[in-house]
């Protein structure tokens, strides 16, 4: 394996994933001029100026109208040329993408997704179309989602805090208890993926990790159906702690402002 | 410490104290902004199933706390006018105040206990005891402040002692201030 | 401008001299074999942190077995989470403040102002003494039955909380920050008023040596931030030990819920300024040495000092870009996305200030300079990184990865490092009268900075590729596998980093005893503290100096022949 190929990010599978990449390379470049600057005059001058060459010194306090400007401008510089360019760019893919979340009633997949120490539950809704009923499919470590189509997770955890972190799709969100947090991506390609938990939350978060698996349309209609046919059967209807979900859309008042309320997950338990 | 220049600098221990109390002035702060966060983010205050504190003692804790401010201020007045035994009732006074201060502050802790606002029974109990703790102890700490003032009659026209009886009189009204802050937004709204 | 000490005779007992001395010098000693104790702790720990990484499930060598008899000589998860939150700790609070606040502050204010102490000496020993207090309550929670705090240095709840750690471990850490938070107020109290009050007659703010402005500035972030963090930590305490649910939220709140980001509001309110307390001093360091072996006025001194004061300001409104993950509002995210980047602003005329200084200069490449020089480099890199962070879409990707933890080792352990160690040869010879040894000096750099920026980029490469920090085997994913041989190269570099401070740590032990014997001036430098004896007398100067003219006075033309630099003492020529 070549180095260039060893130390780059995971593969990309998602529609917006490239702009991350395409703005880091963009700062990339500029810090790299900047830098270039830095060094041309920390070395050169060094070299340049050192005692061996250079004995008659340049008396100056830097304090001249010149200079001052000069300085001002180098300052100034910096922050239109690079600063303002990528806080604009970096705006403007937040605001088209990453947090122009799907809109109501859109064709999406939902997932709902509970973390815990140390473990990714995901919920999807049954064949009623609701969460937080009977026919839920509910898996831990593997999440199924189908190909080319928007889905929206809404994260929130058990107990300490995690992070959610798809890797190939370049975004994280925190799950925080109390809290319902949201993301979405619309992944592009087939295959099975790492999702890892990137806040440390304990002795084995080394551990909490999950399996993406993005499914052809087809193939996810099938363990779609496979599985809500299990749900009828496996889910214990009894079993107090499978209702950790909350109805989708109590999650839009709360998802993305600190407005929280007493403990999502508890009060659906009680 | 000798003066090697003359000008009107203020002195190093003013300066210092001005210091410290911005420190002070910052973690009670803090305290008031964690309130404030925990307080929004709930619809109701108190929260569904909480009813608020009778006011009996954090009343009673308030006009305590507002006359020992008086008392100390008379204390320092009579103080420069080298009055001794008015000076002298006025800080007795204002230590008795001080503790019943705590008194009160004690039976508010009692009360809340009575009625199950116990320590662990959520945010709102939590900020009540929480914030009042951390007051009390630092009306603790004033109260041994008062307890250094107490020979002050040997020391009428020590420049020194007038800067120490500034500064703990500085001390005491923030902490009176913090307190009626406390009793505006944490019992009566 | 207006006080000085009065003259009291020299102590004479041993106890009183070394222990409960008042005498700022001894205080600033003391702070500084107790920071580079705790840089010696902390720097074993990075290597057993490193060795996990790097070799995960084998045992460390030598010492392994020892340590960890139980997993044969492997670091186990639970003790790695230990190593990592005490590592953070113990440099931050224990290793760089001590020495580039506790030691080189209380040592540089005085001597560089003209001053004969501190204005409260006795406030300045009681400052160390609850310190070491503070040391050995964060020791003693090693040995705690269910071992120390470990989550993390920023120890977020719920994870810091009953919840996440039982165990008193995560208790006494939080009585340690706040008793440490005491120590560093008193400190900081006593640095402001000295700077204020005990300058010498004649010296203005803009007359002060650089290195004050930037120990000055530090001072006062401490001061008002400081209790911000301390109401944090008290607050933490009270959800452990009482049972109340400030952080509490979830299932573990079960009537009512608190908020756990609310830690991390008021940690980051304090944690941002913390991070350019931590450099401030390096920054006045550095821009005073630059100065110094260039030979040469530094170029816009008063814009140095006053990019200082903007970013001192600055850093206390930014702080929520350490939180864009926990999903502010889109306003608030956008607000502090700007003001970081306004930042750069003063940083770049800081750069544009250092260049300026060395150009057209006659450099003289002692020790301090290369280490200043290295600084300029680290911390460009460091500082520049921090576009990347600072920027939402990207740190969405890159938070909480290996990229950050390169970046704030960059800034925080590359520039401070190298910025004390530039101070440490510097001043060696006024603290204890000997010379240190060049040739070693000048091997302990190169190791250093080749060391230092092995392992630091190597960590935004991998952070880049992904991996995420504070794992203790990042391997168990899969697209991290083929990251182990830069995790090799960086654990190799940090070797290589470690074994070049043997070096430092010889020469610094041998001079102290057989260094040659260290002239008044060696480094022929016009500041207040070199034109008194080394080491400086009881009570530093007989009489107190008057101030004539600015600490960079070198290459004046009108100087008589054969002489480049004059003392602040003299009228300027």
């Known amino acids: ?270 | ?189 | 401008m207006t006080y000085a000490h009065g003259k009291h005779a020299a102590p004479t007992t041993f106890l009183s001299k070394y222990v409960f001395s008042y005498d700022h010098k001894v205080i600033g000693k003391q702070f500084l074999w107790y920071g580079i104790f705790f840089l010696g702790v902390g720097g074993m720990m990075a290597l057993l942190i490193r060795w996990t990484l790097a070799f995960p499930g084998e045992a460390f060598p030598v010492l392994g077995h020892l340590l960890f008899p139980h997993t044969d000589g492997v670091v186990p998860p639970d003790t790695y989470s230990m190593l990592f939150t005490l590592h953070g700790t113990i440099m931050i609070f224990f290793a760089i403040t001590p020495i580039l606040i506790g030691a080189f502050g209380n040592y540089c204010i005085p001597l560089m102002i003209g001053a004969r102490d501190m204005a409260f000496p006795l406030f300045n020993m009681l400052s160390f003494h609850i310190a070491v207090v503070s040391g050995v309550l964060l020791m003693a929670s090693l040995f705690t039955p269910l071992g120390g705090a470990a989550g993390g240095w920023t120890s977020y709840p719920t994870l810091s909380t009953l919840v996440g750690s039982p165990g008193s471990g995560q208790t006494l850490w939080c009585l340690s920050i706040f008793v440490l938070g005491i120590s560093s107020t008193m400190g900081a109290v006593n640095y402001i008023t000295t700077v204020i009050c005990f300058r010498a007659p004649g010296m203005g703010y803009f007359d002060m040596p650089l290195t004050i402005w930037g120990l000055w500035l530090t001072a006062i972030l401490n001061a008002i931030f400081l209790p911000v963090l301390g109401a944090g930590v008290m607050l933490l305490t009270f959800d452990r030990v009482f049972g109340t649910t400030f952080f509490l939220a979830g299932a573990a709140a079960t009537s009512g819920s608190g908020d756990p980001i609310l830690f991390q509001h008021v940690f980051w309110i304090f944690g941002h300024p913390e991070v350019y307390i931590l450099i401030l001093p390096a920054w006045g360091i550095v821009s005073d040495l630059l100065s110094f072996f260039a030979r040469k006025p530094a170029f816009g001194a008063k814009a140095t000092a006053l990019s200082m004061t903007t970013i001192t300001i600055l850093s206390t409104l930014v702080y929520g870009h350490h939180m864009f993950t926990t999903q502010m509002s889109p306003l608030l995210t956008q607000t502090f996305m700007t003001l970081t980047m306004t930042i750069s602003i003063p940083s770049a005329i800081l750069f544009a200030n250092w260049l300026g200084t060395i150009y057209k200069g006659s450099i003289r490449f002692d020790s301090p300079m290369l280490f200043s020089l290295g600084v300029v480099f680290v911390f460009g890199l460091g500082g520049l990184t921090g576009l990347y962070l600072g920027t939402v879409s990207t740190d969405l990707y890159l938070h909480d990865t290996y990229f950050v933890v390169g970046h704030f080792h960059y800034t925080m352990a590359a520039s401070v490092l190298l910025g004390g160690y530039a101070a440490t040869y510097f001043w060696f010879p006024k603290m204890f009268g000997r010379m240190m040894d060049e040739t070693l000096a000048k091997i302990h750099f190169w190791l250093t900075m080749i060391g230092l920026n092995g392992v630091f980029m190597g960590m935004m490469v991998v952070g880049f590729a992904g991996m995420h920090r504070r794992l203790y085997n990042p391997f168990v994913y899969e697209f991290l596998e083929k990251l182990i041989p830069i995790n090799k190269f960086i654990t190799y570099s940090a070797l290589l980093m470690g074994v070049g401070q043997l070096p430092f740590v010889w020469n610094f032990v041998y001079s102290l005893y057989k260094g040659k014997k260290a002239p008044q001036n060696p480094w022929n430098v016009g500041t207040l503290e070199w034109t008194i004896p080394s080491p400086p007398i009881h009570y530093n100067f007989e009489e107190i100096p008057t101030v004539k003219c600015g600490p960079h006075e070198f290459g004046n033309p009108n100087l008589p022949e054969g002489k480049d630099f004059q003392y602040q003492t003299e009228e300027l020529a």
């Open chain 1, 1 to 270: 394996m070549g180095f260039l190929e060893r130390i780059a990010p995971p593969e990309i599978i998602s529609t917006n994933g490239h702009l991350v990449d395409e703005l880091f390379t963009y700062t990339t470049v500029m810090v790299v001029i900047f830098f270039a600057f830095v060094c041309y005059g920390l070395f050169w001058f060094s070299y340049k100026y050192s005692a061996k060459r250079n004995s008659k010194v340049d008396y100056t306090y830097g304090n001249r109208k010149k200079q001052l400007k000069a300085t001002l401008i180098i300052g100034i510089l910096v922050f239109f040329v690079i600063d303002l360019n990528i806080t604009r760019m970096s705006n403007d893919d937040m605001i088209n993408e990453f947090w122009n979340f799907p809109k109501k009633g859109e064709d999406i997949t939902r997932v709902q997704v509970l973390a815990q120490q140390w473990m990714w539950n995901f919920r999807h809704a049954g064949a009623d179309g609701k969460f937080n009923t009977a026919d839920d499919v509910l898996t831990n470590h593997d999440l199924h989602i189908p190909v080319g189509k928007k889905v929206e997770f809404r994260i929130t955890s058990k107990d300490v805090i995690h992070s959610f972190f798809f890797p190939n799709a370049r975004i994280k969100v925190d799950a925080m208890p109390g809290r319902i947090s949201r993301m979405w991506f619309q992944p592009t390609k087939v295959g099975t993926f790492d999702i890892a938990c990137a806040e440390m939350c304990g002795t084995h978060h080394y551990m909490m990790k999950a399996k993406l698996h993005v499914h052809s349309p087809e193939s996810y209609a099938a363990w779609k159906a496979e599985a809500e046919e299990l749900a009828k059967v496996g889910n214990d209807t009894e079993n107090i702690d499978n209702y950790w979900g909350w109805s989708w859309d109590m999650g839009d008042d709360m998802a993305n402002n600190s407005n929280s309320d007493d403990s999502v997950v508890m009060k659906e338990n009680n």
């Open chain 2, 1 to 189: 410490m000798e003066k090697i220049s003359t000008s009107n600098m203020k002195h190093p221990k003013e300066i210092a104290f001005t210091i410290l109390m911005v420190s002070w002035v910052m973690l009670f702060a803090s305290l008031f902004l964690s309130y404030a966060l925990l307080r929004f983010k709930e619809v109701n205050w108190p929260p569904m199933g909480f009813e608020s504190v009778s006011m009996l003692w954090p009343g009673l804790s308030t006009i305590f706390i507002l006359i020992s401010s008086f008392t100390l201020h008379r204390f320092s007045t009579f103080f420069n006018l080298k009055s001794e035994k008015e000076a002298k009732i006025n800080l007795y006074t204002t230590i008795v105040l001080g503790i019943a201060f705590l008194v009160s502050q004690k039976m508010l802790w009692s009360h809340m206990n009575d009625v199950g606002l116990v320590v662990s029974s959520g945010t709102f109990s939590s900020i009540l005891h929480g914030f009042t703790w951390v007051h009390a102890a630092h009306i603790v700490m004033g109260i041994c402040a008062l307890f250094f003032l107490l020979n002050f009659n040997k020391y009428f026209s020590n420049n020194d002692y007038k800067l120490r009886i500034k500064h703990i009189s500085q001390f005491w009204h923030f902490l009176g201030i913090v307190w009626i802050l406390m009793f505006l937004t944490m019992f009566l709204f």
